[in-house]
């Protein structure tokens, strides 16, 4: 399965809070392990944040190998 663009934690945490300066380009997404342990493992994430982060990125391509 192929990907335009690889989204990176901080793209994430903007698009999230609706904070992004300007729309996304069309395209396939992928994001890696990594970036999902960073957004999962904040402290202050709540049982909810941590739902709507699961339900954004299972809508998105994870990455298991290069």
Do not use: C, H, K
Not at 43 to 63: G, K, M, R
């Amino acid at each position: 399965m192929s990907i335009n663009y690889l989204f990176d934690t901080n793209i994430l945490i903007y698009l999230l809070n609706d904070r992004l300066a300007e729309n996304l380009p069309n395209g396939r997404y992928g994001y890696s392990v990594i970036t999902e342990i960073e957004l999962l493992s904040f402290p202050a994430l709540t049982a909810t944040d941590a739902q709507i982060i699961s339900n954004y990125l299972s809508d998105i391509v994870l990455l298991r190998e290069a």
